[in-house]
T-cell receptor, first 112, second 113 residues
Framework: GQSLEQPSEVTAVEGAIVQINCTYQ??????LSWYQQHDGGAPTFLSY????GLEETGRFSSFLSRSDSYGYLLLQELQMKDSASYFC?????????????FGTGTLLAVQP | DVKVTQSSRYLVKRTGEKVFLECVQD?????MFWYRQDPGLGLRLIYF???????EKGDIPEGYSVSREKKERFSLILESASTNQTSMYLC????????????FGPGTRLTVT
């Protein structure tokens, strides 16, 4: 089957660095994306890794290793507003178009 | 900015009713998707459409159908609502076939009693 695994919850303090890991098992894998979802809000796109290595976007970085079927999202200088759920999603070629297969999400709680 | 809107934020329906969830995107995107989100299960794809009148089943299509008569509008239909279809329903769109970024609507929380 196709699946992505990530921790269900992570807790960190303001100003710290946190890493959210994601391992995947999918066929037709193109790349790994990360989405952020605040409570009651819509998921919003954070980053995409189509190639192995690190992608940096401000305080957020994302990493992919295809050989290990593994990726992570790194959040630096944590702020209270970063408290949200984070989903990894594998881009999968579904025939007519690319589809996303989502992990079950990691709830990040940032404490003062 | 891409905007994806959904017809209702909250909806309460009775078992056996036919339910229509509407989604509209304003950026001429080719692809549109319907997901349901349940605690601990993440987002699961119900159906998607890659062109007007073209649709494909996702991972959990049972009990649902879809309609895309115009490019900007994608409807999810619950033919006969059941209590196990109580969920958050999210619509999304993406630009074209090779796109990896999806834009999501605010969601419709459907309760079936």
């Amino acid at each position: 089957g196709q699946s992505l695994e990530q921790p269900s919850e992570v807790t960190a303090v303001e100003g710290a660095i946190v890493q959210i890991n994601c391992t995947y098992q999918t066929s037709g894998f193109y790349g790994l994306s990360w989405y952020q979802q605040h409570d009651g809000g819509a998921p919003t796109f954070l980053s995409y890794n189509g190639l192995d290595g690190l992608e940096e976007t401000g305080r957020f970085s994302s990493f992919l290793s295809r050989s290990d079927s593994y990726g992570y999202l790194l959040l630096q200088e944590l702020q209270m507003k970063d408290s949200a759920s984070y989903f990894c999603a594998a881009t999968h070629y579904g025939g007519a178009t690319n589809k996303l297969i989502f992990g079950t999400g990691t709830l990040l709680a940032v404490q003062p | 900015d891409v905007k994806v809107t959904q017809s209702s934020r909250y909806l309460v329906k009775r078992t056996g009713e036919k339910v229509f969830l509407e989604c509209v995107q304003d950026m001429d995107h080719e692809n549109m998707f319907w997901y349901r989100q349940d605690p601990g299960l993440g987002l699961r794809l119900i159906y998607f459409s890659y062109d007007v009148k073209m649709k494909e089943k996702g991972d959990i299509p049972e009990g649902y159908s879809v309609s895309r008569e115009k490019k900007e509008r994608f409807s999810l239909i619950l033919e006969s609502a059941s209590t196990n279809q109580t969920s958050m329903y999210l619509c999304a769109s993406s630009l074209s076939r090779g796109s990896y970024e999806q834009y999501f609507g605010p969601g419709t929380r459907l309760t079936v009693t």
